[in-house]
Structure formats: structure tokens, C-alpha cells
């Protein structure tokens, strides 16, 4: 079985920073979890600020941690 298959995204909102890699976030179904950056999200983790919002993925077999791989740009009005 591909290791794709048993994940899926869902989107969220950054609660909590505890540390630059170590962030509680609420997702759309408001649960709290617990999650870290993706590799690529890591040099850029002084841009996250509580209140963003971000996509998660997460396992289906532990659906208490997830990893934050991207984060969603607010529009700009105009």
C-alpha cells in the first residue's frame, strides 16, 4: 500500500507557537493538535505568527499529530 494513500490534508488555524517547530493548531473540525514543520516551511518558520492559516497533513494512523506543509496566504484587498 503507498504511504500517499494512508495520508490526507486538511486545513487549520496556528493557536500556539511552543517552540519555532513545535506548533498546536485547530483545525477546521476544531480539534487541537499537536504538529511540526514540514523540511521546506523550516527556514521560514519566523514568517508563521498565531492566527495564520495553514494546510496540515495528516497520518490516518495517528490523528493526533499532524505536519504543517504550507501555509495559506491571506488575499489582498484592493
Do not use: Q, W
Amino acid at each position: 500500500m503507498s504511504s500517499e494513500i494512508e495520508k490526507f490534508s486538511l486545513e487549520g488555524k496556528i493557536v500556539k507557537m511552543v517552540t519555532s517547530e513545535y506548533i498546536k493548531v485547530e483545525l477546521v473540525n476544531k480539534k487541537i493538535i499537536d504538529c511540526h514543520l514540514a523540511k521546506k516551511l523550516r527556514r521560514y518558520s519566523s514568517y508563521l505568527l498565531e492566527g495564520d492559516l495553514v494546510i496540515v497533513e495528516l497520518d490516518l494512523y495517528d490523528l493526533n499529530k499532524g505536519k504543517i506543509i504550507e501555509r495559506i496566504m491571506p488575499e489582498k484587498k484592493v
